[in-house]
């Protein structure tokens, strides 16, 4: 049989000795994957000196739709198939979109609860702490493709059930955009993703000189 690498979203925190992290490989490799690169404007007026000037950088994302089964599980036997279907999948989905908040809002619940008994005022807090953290993702497509992404929609079509309304089968259309890090962020593992793959787009472009070299020697009729 031969080898077929997947695509997969992993879940990571600030650095890998945390928790484990959330991962999810497709189960099946997306058919297609539409990419999209939003150019800004370029500045005009007369404030504006060069046409060639640059704003803001594009923004690329990305759409896809997975697909889930548990058919296959099934008839190889699999328990955790059998009790829940492709349940752990839709999850694993859902949990990389929702913010982290059960901790988190237990320790402010906690710390708040402190304040008030040494006498904070109340009414000077115009505006709640924000404890709510949305998950860091890695898109993994491919050998030159590790982006550092957020999911920005989700759309779950549940098709198939077991007996017990277990979902059996579903495809999920995901819209992802892709980020850019910001360095005073100092997050490493967005980072390293982001330069590794700037670095196999640029060799890419690199290694395409060649063929276009001998195009444009074609195209020179002396």
Sequence with gaps: ????????????????????????????????????????????????????QAGEIPVEKLTLTAKFSAADLLAMGDPLARVVGIGPYLASLEMMVRPKA???????????????????DEAAATQPIPREKYPKLIFIWGLTRVLPVFIHSMVITETNYDFVLNPTEAEVQLGITVISPDPCAQDLIAEGADTYTSIAKEALAISNLANSAREVVDLIPF
């Excluded at 992290?21 to 060069?50: K, Y």
């Excluded at 402010?108 to 402190?114: F, L, R």
């Design 102 to 120: 059960a901790i988190a809002g237990l320790l402010g619940a906690a710390i708040d609860a402190v304040g008030s008994l040494f006498g904070a």
């Design 1 to 52: 049989m031969a080898f077929l690498l997947k695509g997969a979203l992993i879940e990571y925190g600030s650095d890998f000795l945390g928790p484990l992290p959330n991962v999810l490989i497709f189960q099946f490799n997306p058919e297609q994957v539409t990419r999209t690169l939003e150019v800004p404007p370029r500045p005009t007026g007369a404030s504006s000196r060069e046409t060639g």
